[in-house]
């Protein structure tokens, strides 16, 4: 990922195809090998609060609250949803022009799954988590479920988790806006 190289790997959702999220031509190679119009948005993963705060100008209070909430048993705001949750924040910064959306968002997770997050840690930056299909088509929850098209594009397929066979969901998807705003855009 450092030489511009895109991977697939497994996820705290589904298997994901990933490259450095400051890498406007690795981003670029992402949306091409989805076959995926590069107005649709792709989110990044990252493996801590510090992390996600070099990518965001200026992450909202309820958006530490709702981190907080999700990290914990108890319920904010009547929100609690206990999966891997992606947050759409403005004022994204630090990125590949290319992976922010026109209103200047970005959709981040800060990922707890052992994989992911310790991928995220080692590479020290952010990472593009993208579903492992092409545009239109089923989410890779497995390995097995990744076609072979896809398999072909990437410059390297991570081992872990390749023998797993259980059922795995996208995250679901929250839009934060700075003036306090919430909207629940996938449950």
């Not at 091409?32 to 993963?45: G, N, V, Y």
């Not at 992911?116 to 930056?125: A, D, G, I």
């Amino acid at each position: 990922m450092r030489k511009g190289g895109v991977i697939l790997y497994p996820t705290d959702t589904v298997w994901g195809i990933g490259c450095d999220a400051t890498n406007a031509e690795a981003v670029k190679r992402v949306y091409e090998i989805k076959q995926r119009d590069d107005s649709k948005a792709l989110i990044c993963l990252v493996d801590s609060d510090a992390r996600m705060q070099r990518y965001i100008r200026n992450v909202p209070e309820v958006a530490w609250q709702l981190i907080d909430s999700l990290n914990s048993p108890q319920e904010l705001s009547g929100i609690c949803n206990p999966r891997p949750t992606t947050l759409v924040l403005d004022g994204a910064i630090n990125l590949a022009p290319n992976l922010i959306a026109e209103d200047g968002s970005i959709g981040i997770r800060i990922t707890n799954e052992p994989f992911s997050k310790e991928l995220c840690y080692r590479f020290q930056k952010a990472i593009v988590s993208t579903s492992a299909n092409i545009s239109g088509e089923p989410a890779a929850q497995n390995y097995c479920d990744i076609d072979q098209r896809i398999l072909d594009a990437v410059d390297y397929v991570c081992w872990s988790r390749r023998q797993e066979h259980k059922p795995h969901t996208p995250s679901a998807i929250i839009r934060l806006r700075e003036n306090g705003e919430v909207a629940i855009i996938r449950k």
